[in-house]
């Protein structure tokens, strides 16, 4: 009787041991934004090659950007998808996702929704109330921290970037990014309903409260402009912004350096959403 009653309590500790989760969601909103950035499809020069996946054993989670939405939920938001120019070097087209609604329940607007961070990562730039994209908040999320098959997905999608990019609207001087051949991957939140309150290198948890939705920069109605480009690690652009008269050209050349250069891709949201 003793070794049973020893058999049981051995099987009933085995079957309270935790298991790590792998997935989540939070929530989620949506509206339309100003046209955008390039993804190209042509052929280019290559300057240099992704490198090869690195392996991670973290728990990967994704989270919903948007209060009370889920994954499921975020396609009916939906209001304006990707659409990308041709080439790099132009500005047209659409280059993230725009959730918006204007009746939800008791709600009668998504104006001043709070909006969440997808990704884990750290701050790598936040945005005044300029042309196109109003207050924002930029996370980098480095690509070694996603899971490896991921990792591998986007490279494989990563395009060669030319060595000259033949630019067709006013970008003076575009630096070149530092090419250390690590990558990560950049999540934009913009038109928030007011300044974001980070700075540069905070660290950012899956799911934080970034602020809430707005309809700042070019903007018609309130919504959120998410947008998701891979591009090499450790962005350095203090500022950006276009399409208005009282910026200047450092803000300008960033601005071409992020959306039309080629280094930084868009990347569809929901290849991340649906990768878990």
Same mark, same amino acid.
């Given at each position: $009787?003793?070794?049973?009653?020893?058999?049981?309590?051995?099987?009933?500790?085995?079957?309270?041991?935790?298991?790590?989760?792998?997935?989540?969601?939070?929530?989620?909103?949506?509206?339309? +934004?100003?046209?955008?950035?390039?993804?190209?499809?042509?052929?280019?020069? !290559?300057?240099?090659?992704? %490198?090869? *996946?690195? %392996?991670?054993? !973290?728990?990967?989670? +994704?989270?919903?950007?948007?209060?009370?939405?889920?994954?499921?939920?975020?396609?009916?938001?939906?209001?304006?998808?990707?659409?990308?120019?041709?080439?790099?070097?132009?500005?047209?087209?659409?280059?993230?996702?725009?959730?918006? /609604?204007?009746?939800?329940?008791?709600?009668?607007?998504?104006?001043?929704?709070?909006? #969440? *961070?997808?990704?884990?990562?750290?701050? *790598?730039?936040?945005?005044?109330?300029? =042309?196109? #994209?109003?207050?924002?908040? $930029?996370?980098?999320?480095?690509?070694?921290?996603?899971?490896?098959?991921?990792?591998?997905?986007?490279?494989?999608?990563?395009?060669? +970037?030319?060595?000259? +990019?033949? &630019?067709? /609207? #006013?970008? %003076?001087?575009?630096?070149?990014?530092?090419?250390?051949?690590? =990558?990560?991957? &950049?999540?934009? &939140? !913009?038109? $928030?309903?007011?300044?974001?309150?980070?700075?540069?290198?905070?660290?950012? *948890?899956?799911?934080?409260?970034?602020?809430?939705?707005?309809?700042?920069?070019?903007?018609?109605?309130?919504?959120?402009?998410?947008?998701?480009?891979?591009?090499?690690? @450790?962005?350095?652009?203090?500022? $950006? !912004?276009? /399409?208005? @008269?009282?910026?200047?050209?450092?803000?300008?050349?960033? /601005?071409?350096?992020?959306?039309?250069?080629? #280094?930084?891709?868009?990347?569809?949201?929901?290849?991340?959403?649906?990768?878990?």
């Amino acid at each position: $009787m003793k070794r049973l009653f020893i058999f049981a309590f051995i099987l009933i500790l085995s079957a309270c041991r935790p298991v790590a989760a792998t997935g989540t969601s939070i929530p989620a909103t949506d509206t339309p +934004v100003p046209s955008s950035t390039p993804e190209p499809t042509a052929t280019h020069t !290559a300057t240099e090659v992704p %490198p090869s *996946a690195t %392996p991670t054993n !973290a728990p990967f989670i +994704v989270c919903s950007p948007l209060e009370d939405e889920t994954f499921d939920s975020l396609p009916l938001i939906l209001t304006k998808g990707i659409e990308l120019p041709a080439h790099f070097g132009q500005d047209f087209g659409h280059p993230g996702l725009d959730f918006a /609604y204007f009746q939800r329940g008791d709600r009668t607007s998504i104006q001043g929704i709070q909006i #969440y *961070a997808i990704l884990p990562g750290t701050v *790598a730039l936040t945005l005044e109330d300029n =042309y196109p #994209y109003g207050y924002t908040i $930029m996370v980098e999320t480095p690509l070694e921290d996603l899971p490896e098959d991921l990792q591998t997905a986007l490279l494989d999608a990563y395009l060669t +970037v030319p060595e000259e +990019v033949e &630019y067709q /609207y #006013y970008c %003076p001087d575009v630096p070149t990014p530092a090419l250390t051949g690590e =990558y990560s991957l &950049y999540h934009l &939140y !913009a038109h $928030m309903e007011n300044p974001p309150d980070f700075d540069r290198g905070d660290p950012i *948890a899956c799911g934080q409260l970034l602020g809430t939705v707005g309809t700042t920069g070019w903007s018609s109605n309130p919504h959120l402009h998410l947008e998701l480009r891979l591009g090499p690690s @450790g962005l350095d652009i203090p500022t $950006m !912004a276009h /399409y208005e @008269g009282a910026i200047t050209v450092e803000q300008i050349s960033n /601005y071409c350096l992020w959306r039309s250069s080629g #280094y930084y891709q868009v990347v569809d949201p929901f290849d991340i959403f649906n990768s878990d």
